[in-house]
């Protein structure tokens, strides 16, 4: 049974920095999507950013520059650093994760399987 746990959310001001866990228990694809989506209240939810076991990376342009997601294959944790927090980031984050079937992970939170229960990140400005 694979279970996906996020930590790390918390309430900064604007310019601060945070850095997202997942941590993943009973996840043994070699091949492995992961990634990071969010939910504003009264929004839906959208991807933040991936990475795939294959090195590839994608990032929302909002996000560009600000965000970096890495992982930690060898003890299936993988991260996303947030700088240069703004108050539109506020939101709950969920990790997300299944198997790699392309060179690019998904984009669709209709295609990830796994999902953690979401930690909060509030900016205020």
């Known amino acids: 049974q694979v279970k996906l746990m996020e930590s790390g959310g918390g309430s900064v001001q604007a310019g601060g920095s945070l850095r997202l866990s997942c941590a993943a228990s009973g996840y043994t694809y070699s091949s492995r999507c992961m990634g990071w989506f969010r939910q504003a209240p009264g929004k839906e939810r959208e991807l933040v950013s991936t990475i795939s076991d294959a090195g590839t990376t994608y990032y929302r342009d909002s996000v560009k520059g600000r965000f970096t997601i890495s992982m930690d294959n060898a003890n299936n944790i993988w991260y996303l650093q947030m700088n240069t927090l703004k108050p539109e980031d506020t939101a709950i984050y969920y990790c997300?994760?299944?198997?790699?079937?392309?060179?690019?992970?998904?984009?669709?939170?209709?295609?990830?399987?796994?999902w953690g229960q979401g930690t909060q990140v509030t900016v205020s400005s």
């Open positions: 997300a994760a299944d198997r790699r079937t392309d060179l690019w992970c998904s984009r669709s939170r209709w295609d990830y399987n796994y």
